[in-house]
C-alpha cells in the first residue's frame, strides 16, 4: 500500500535532526520521503492520514525476549533467578512443544504491537514454529539460537541456521547459547567453530547475576565476558543480554568486538539481579538497547515500562539525576536495537529505509503540555500513545484494534496451553 502521513510531528531519530512537522511517505515497504509539506499528487495513495500533530517516529525494537513464556505470566513471581528457573520455568518448558510455541508467540506479539513494538528478538525453545508465528503476525524477528546442555545438538543449530534464514522475508536466524552457566567448555568450543565458520553475530545471556559471574570465575580463572571472548566467540560482533555484573575489563573487551549491551531492567529489577551500570557503557562508547526480557520475569511486554526505568535506576545507581538522558533512551530502544538486530534499514527514518513505523498520540493528558517531546515520551509516555503501528508497510495496530489476526482465537488458544502446563 501507499500511505501518507501528512501534519506530523516526524522524529526520525537520525542524529543531530531535531523534531520538525512535516510528511513521511510509505510506498510499498519501503519509506520513499521525508520532509516538509510538499505536492503529494504525484502518487496514487491508498490512505493519507492527517495526523494532527503526533509523533511519527522509527518503531521500538525489543532486543531480548522469550514470547513463548506468556504462558507463565504471574505463575512464578517473587523468587530469585536460579530458583525461578530450575524449580518453576525448566520444568513446565520440559512439557511444551511447537504448537504451544506458535500460539503463545502470537499472544505476545500482540502485546507488542499495543507497545509500538515492530522487531523483536526471541530466543525460545522450538524456532521453526515461533518463526511462522511472526511471518504470519507480520512482525519482524530475529530468531536466537538458546542452545544449551539440555539440546538441541550442533547438527541441529547448524541445520537451524541454514535453512530459516531467508525462510521467511520478516524473519532471520542468529547463532547463540542460553548462557555460560547451562553449557559446559566443550560445548561453547564446539559452538565457536560454528560461529568462526559462518562469522556470524553471536548471542548469549551473560553477566545477569554476581553470582553466574562469581562461578564462572570460580570454574575458568575468567568472566563470562572474558571466557567468550577467549573462545572466538565475539569476533563478529552479536550482543550481551543483561550485563549487570561487568569489570573495567569486560567493558573493554565488549568495546573492542563491537558487542551490543542489551538491558533489560524491569526483569533485573524485578528478580533483584542488580542494576546495569548504563552510565559506564555510555561513556566507553558501548551501544546499548533494550529488551523486555521475558512476559513471565518482567511480566509486561512494555517498552515504555524500559525506557522509563533504564533512565530512572541508572541516574539512581549514579545518585545523578543526569545520568542516562532521555534522547540517549530513545536511541537506546530504536537506533540500537537495530544494531543488535543487524537491521539496517530500520533505525531511523529515511528515504529508503524499511517502513517500521509508529504513531504517537499526543492528545493525551499524559503528553500534555507539549514542551519536549522526547521527554515525554520517555517519561510520561505509555501504551495508551501508540496510535499506529506499522511493520513494513503494514498497519497492524491501529485505534486499539489488531488487524493482523483473530484475537479471540489466539486467546482461547493460550488459555488451553496455560491450562494444561499448569
Given at each position: 500500500?501507499?500511505?501518507?502521513?501528512?501534519?506530523?510531528?516526524?522524529?526520525?531519530?537520525?542524529?543531530?535532526?531535531?523534531?520538525?512537522?512535516?510528511?513521511?511517505?510509505?510506498?510499498?515497504?519501503?519509506?520513499?520521503?521525508?520532509?516538509?509539506?510538499?505536492?503529494?499528487?504525484?502518487?496514487?495513495?491508498?490512505?493519507?492520514?492527517?495526523?494532527?500533530?503526533?509523533?511519527?517516529?522509527?518503531?521500538?525494537?525489543?532486543?531480548?525476549?522469550?514470547?513463548?513464556?506468556?504462558?507463565?505470566?504471574?505463575?512464578?513471581?517473587?523468587?530469585?533467578?536460579?530458583?525461578?528457573?530450575?524449580?518453576?520455568?525448566?520444568?513446565?518448558?520440559?512439557?511444551?512443544?511447537?504448537?504451544?510455541?506458535?500460539?503463545?508467540?502470537?499472544?505476545?506479539?500482540?502485546?507488542?504491537?499495543?507497545?509500538?513494538?515492530?522487531?523483536?528478538?526471541?530466543?525460545?525453545?522450538?524456532?521453526?514454529?515461533?518463526?511462522?508465528?511472526?511471518?504470519?503476525?507480520?512482525?519482524?524477528?530475529?530468531?536466537?539460537?538458546?542452545?544449551?546442555?539440555?539440546?538441541?545438538?550442533?547438527?541441529?543449530?547448524?541445520?537451524?541456521?541454514?535453512?530459516?534464514?531467508?525462510?521467511?522475508?520478516?524473519?532471520?536466524?542468529?547463532?547463540?547459547?542460553?548462557?555460560?552457566?547451562?553449557?559446559?567448555?566443550?560445548?561453547?568450543?564446539?559452538?565457536a567453530k560454528i560461529h568462526q565458520k559462518y562469522k556470524s553475530p553471536f548471542y548469549a545471556h551473560m553477566s545477569e547475576t554476581k553470582t553466574e559471574v562469581d562461578e564462572c570465575i570460580g570454574r575458568y580463572g575468567m568472566s563470562p565476558v572474558e571466557l567468550f571472548d577467549s573462545l572466538g566467540l565475539f569476533d563478529y560482533g552479536g550482543a550481551i543480554y543483561h550485563g549487570v555484573w561487568v569489570s573495567e575489563k569486560d567493558r573493554e573487551i565488549l568495546k573492542k568486538r563491537g558487542i551490543v549491551v542489551v538491558s533489560n531492567p524491569a526483569s533485573n529489577a524485578k528478580l533483584a539481579s542488580g542494576i546495569a551500570p548504563i552510565s559506564d557503557y555510555l561513556k566507553n562508547g558501548i551501544p546499548v538497547a533494550l529488551g523486555t526480557d521475558g512476559p513471565s520475569s518482567n511480566n509486561a511486554l512494555d517498552m515504555f515500562r524500559e525506557m522509563y526505568l533504564v533512565t530512572i535506576l541508572g541516574k539512581l545507581k549514579e545518585m545523578d539525576p543526569t545520568a542516562v538522558p532521555a534522547t540517549e533512551v530513545l536511541k537506546m530502544a530504536t537506533v540500537n536495537g537495530s544494531k543488535s538486530l543487524f537491521h539496517k534499514d530500520t533505525d531511523v527514518l529515511a528515504e529508503g529505509k524499511l517502513a517500521d513505523i509508529i504513531r504517537i498520540d499526543l492528545s493525551k493528558p499524559n503528553m500534555q503540555p507539549i514542551l519536549n517531546v522526547p521527554k515525554n515520551i520517555v517519561f510520561s509516555g505509555s501504551k495508551q500513545n501508540v496510535k499506529m503501528t506499522m511493520i513494513d508497510g503494514r498497519i497492524l495496530y491501529e485505534d486499539e484494534q489488531f488487524l493482523n489476526a483473530e484475537v479471540m482465537e489466539i486467546y482461547a488458544n493460550a488459555a488451553k496451553i496455560m491450562e494444561r502446563l499448569r
Open positions: 500500500m501507499n500511505i501518507r502521513f501528512w501534519d506530523a510531528s516526524v522524529l526520525t531519530m537520525v542524529d543531530g535532526e531535531e523534531m520538525f512537522n512535516g510528511e513521511v511517505w510509505v510506498e510499498g515497504n519501503r519509506i520513499t520521503y521525508v520532509g516538509p509539506a510538499r505536492d503529494a499528487s504525484g502518487v496514487k495513495w491508498d490512505r493519507e492520514i492527517e495526523c494532527g500533530g503526533d509523533v511519527i517516529m522509527p518503531g521500538f525494537k525489543d532486543a531480548h525476549t522469550h514470547s513463548g513464556m506468556t504462558a507463565f505470566r504471574s505463575l512464578a513471581d517473587d523468587t530469585n533467578l536460579q530458583d525461578w528457573l530450575n524449580n518453576d520455568i525448566f520444568p513446565r518448558e520440559a512439557k511444551m512443544n511447537g504448537d504451544d510455541c506458535y500460539w503463545l508467540t502470537k499472544l505476545a506479539i500482540l502485546e507488542y504491537l499495543t507497545s509500538g513494538i515492530t522487531a523483536i528478538e526471541d530466543m525460545y525453545l522450538t524456532p521453526e514454529t515461533i518463526g511462522q508465528a511472526c511471518q504470519e503476525m507480520g512482525m519482524r524477528c530475529e530468531l536466537i539460537s538458546g542452545l544449551n546442555k539440555f539440546g538441541p545438538t550442533l547438527e541441529v543449530l547448524e541445520e537451524r541456521y541454514n535453512n530459516l534464514n531467508g525462510k521467511w522475508p520478516l524473519v532471520g536466524f542468529q547463532l547463540g547459547v542460553h548462557a555460560e552457566y547451562t553449557c559446559d567448555r566443550k560445548l561453547l568450543e564446539d559452538v
